[in-house]
């Protein structure tokens, strides 16, 4: 039998993308290998959001290269440099654009003529699940239309457009049926989700639907734009228990001139006010965000406000990164640009300061019972998913000891014990559900 194999590489959004294009080859007689060794084809899936993930696209297609077999490229770098690519890099077997996976059979029988799929094109419905048995992403939509100044995503994946309720809710049954206890919604924009597809924002009503489906554990919502956070929305994450109350809210920056630079709809006080209401309604919720130092313009004191911000919110769980001058975005010309060493030395203060309120944080849930899956084993420790963190290594990790053997996917009870920085740990209480 014919094996494939993939990387797969940048967000969980193009680890959906991984999951239907194995599937595609499962369908069509192939054995899946992780070994570049064994397999037939290799797919490369990249990414091409900033430089870094760039370079890691091209370095992984070279690597791949030297195996000697049957290389396919696809995802958001394939997209966005389809031409230079095919230019630069012959060698690669077939370049598939993200516009092209409408018609993926035909795309690559142009290099396996004797290709057998009844399937045309990649489908949501059938996906090899590559996260665990038990959790798994579900994307709502494709695409963004918040045009932020620097970023090139509606450049490679185009405006915001919705699957529909009916189609999403399809997948989570199915999703549901093979086990899987957590499911995790994103997108680009999951808060606007439905406004292209239905002309208002819909993604209340999309829970309400996908909550009906008892199965599930835990229901987790990623990537919250912050000016499309309704109260209803936050009143549903306060009012369902299985909705964990864990706001992900990229805000980018905390200042105003530059939010404005950014186009990002929103300023200051406006996020102080969202971040005061959501904890005032939603005393458990879990904060996290993402923000970017080194945008042009931005200056020391802008750096240092910024920090005075996150100490006056609290983030559970923050993830920093520098400016990437990325062409054809509006920022790319932008006057004021930063140098690499003082993005560097931001973003190092930025990260120290969170070190000191994520520990602050993280002391105040000693004590405290949280349930929660076996996501596996680190030495003597299990380890816990509860609605502290998410399943996409961002977020600290939470470790416990058990005087029994547990299996992943379990539910169980664990009571926190100790703080680290970024981690907790704790003690198993009880097992609620095996697997």
């Not at 439905?194 to 819909?202: A, F, M, S």
């Not at 080194?294 to 923050?318: A, K, S």
Request: proline share 3%.
């Amino acid at each position: 039998m014919s094996k494939v194999g993939i990387v797969s590489l940048g967000c969980c959004k193009n680890l959906v993308d991984s999951e239907m294009i194995l599937q595609f080859f499962v369908d069509s007689g192939y054995q899946i290998t992780v070994d570049p060794k064994q397999a037939d084809i290799i797919i490369v899936n990249t990414c091409g959001f900033i430089l870094d993930a760039k370079k890691e696209s091209i370095d992984t297609i070279f690597e791949m290269l030297t195996y000697h077999k049957k290389v396919i490229v696809t995802g958001c770098l394939a997209q966005r440099y389809y031409e230079i690519l095919k230019k630069q890099i012959p060698e690669m077997d077939l370049l598939i654009k993200i516009d092209d996976y409408s018609h993926f059979k035909k795309m690559v029988q142009t290099i396996i003529p004797n290709l057998t799929n009844e399937n045309e094109e990649l489908s949501y419905q059938k996906r090899t699940i590559s996260t665990s048995d038990f959790s798994a992403y579900l994307k709502i939509g494709e695409g963004c239309s918040n045009n932020c100044t620097y970023c090139a995503i509606p450049l490679i994946r185009g405006p915001l457009h919705s699957r529909t309720i009916d189609d999403i809710y399809q997948e989570a049954l199915n999703l549901a049926n093979i086990g899987i206890k957590e499911l995790v919604l994103i997108a680009q924009d999951t808060t606007k989700y439905g406004l292209d597809l239905y002309h208002q924002i819909k993604i209340e009503e999309l829970l309400k639907k996908i909550l009906t489906i008892k199965e599930f554990k835990y229901i987790r919502l990623l990537y919250l734009y912050p000016d499309e956070i309704s109260d209803e929305l936050i009143d549903l994450f306060k009012n369902e228990e299985r909705l964990t109350p864990y706001f992900d809210i990229p805000i980018q920056h905390s200042e105003s001139h530059i939010l404005k630079d950014m186009n990002r709809r929103g300023d200051k006080q406006f996020l102080l006010d969202l971040f005061n209401k959501i904890k005032s309604r939603v005393p458990n919720a879990i904060l996290r965000t993402t923000v970017m130092v080194g945008f042009p313009n931005e200056t020391n004191d802008d750096v240092d406000r910024l920090i005075n911000f996150m100490q006056e919110v609290e983030f559970d769980h923050l993830g920093a990164f520098s400016y990437s001058k990325e062409e054809d975005t509006p920022s790319y010309n932008f006057k004021g640009q930063i140098s690499e060493k003082k993005k560097k030395e931001r973003l190092d203060k930025v990260m120290k300061a969170q070190s000191h309120i994520s520990y602050q944080k993280n002391k105040k849930h000693i004590g405290e019972i949280m349930n929660g899956l076996v996501i596996g084993k680190k030495g003597e420790f299990y380890l816990l998913r509860s609605y502290w963190n998410a399943p996409d290594d961002i977020d600290g990790q939470i470790m416990f000891t058990s005087h029994q053997k547990l299996s992943n996917g379990d539910y169980v009870k664990v009571k926190i014990n100790n703080a680290l920085i970024y981690d907790l740990s704790g003690e198993l209480i009880e097992v609620i559900e095996k697997k």
